[in-house]
């Protein structure tokens, strides 16, 4: 396994990566999407996140990486309040997680190894100390070689398997995944699952967005269930 959670150890720190409370958030004038979600995470666990297509799981995964905020509402993560923190701090927040997004953004002008070092290089660290763990990541998720190529000339597939490599790589303490195996077979999403579950016996929590009822259900994972603009369902 190329990395490890950093801080995911530090037991000063909350038991509770993500709480919400009454949390609710619509698009502009626009009815809530979500109404009255309460949801906490604690730290080190495994969570899915199922419901039907427009329930809302992307709109909860943009309010947990801060790229929106609720309209009403608490939302803490690590232990602080992230809800109504000045914007200068969110990329504190920020820094903590690794995001899956569904559309991947990726650095088109980057070869795939530079895309995997990035946070690594923006967290300050020296290519010889990081090229291994790189080439080690890039192998896991099956792109062994594909090091040098850049994502246009990448498959669907490859570029989401890019793209969790990217996000797991410094070794977050909250990864968040939005259909992380959606553009993949059933063989290479139970190999990408083998991977969170991997981070989470490491420390990291670990929430996965998905459709994919089957794959949820053999993660052994807690599924949460987004229906009516609430969650339903075990949290763990
Ligand atoms: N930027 C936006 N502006 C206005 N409405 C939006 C926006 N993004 C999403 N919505 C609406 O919010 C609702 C929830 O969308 P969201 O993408 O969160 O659902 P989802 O459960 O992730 O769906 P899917 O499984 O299809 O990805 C939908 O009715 C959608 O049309």
């Not at 039907?52 to 995964?61: D, N, P």
């Not at 690590?78 to 997004?101: I, K």
């Not at 192998?139 to 246009?152: F, S």
């Not at 195996?181 to 063989?187: I, Q």
């Amino acid at each position: 396994m190329p990395v490890q959670p950093r801080r995911a150890a530090d037991a000063a720190a909350s038991p509770d990566t993500v709480r919400l409370d009454g949390v609710g958030f619509g698009y502009g004038h626009g009815p809530e999407v979500l109404r009255d979600v309460n949801l906490t995470l604690p730290r080190g666990s495994f969570h899915f996140l199922t419901g039907h297509s427009g329930a809302g799981k992307s709109t909860l995964l943009k309010l947990l990486t801060l790229a929106a905020r609720p309209t009403r509402g608490a939302l803490w993560l690590f232990g602080e309040d992230a809800g109504d923190a000045p914007r200068g701090t969110l990329p504190t927040f920020r820094r903590r997680m690794g995001v899956v997004f569904q559309d991947f953004r990726l650095l088109d002008h980057m070869s795939a190894f530079d895309n995997v070092a990035l946070p690594l290089r923006l967290a300050g660290a020296r290519p010889a100390a990081y090229a291994g763990n790189v080439t080690e990541m890039l192998e896991w998720v099956g792109l062994g070689d594909r090091a040098q190529t850049c994502p246009p000339a990448l498959s669907g597939g490859e570029k989401q398997r890019l793209a969790i490599a990217r996000a797991v790589i410094a070794g977050p303490e909250l990864i968040v995944a939005d259909e992380p195996t959606g553009n993949v077979d059933a063989d290479m999403a139970a190999r990408l699952l083998k991977l969170f579950q991997s981070l989470n016996r490491l420390g990291a929590t670990v929430l996965i967005a998905s459709h994919d009822e089957a794959l949820a259900a053999r993660s052994g994972a807690a599924v949460l269930r987004l229906d009516g603009g609430r969650i339903r369902g075990a949290q763990a």
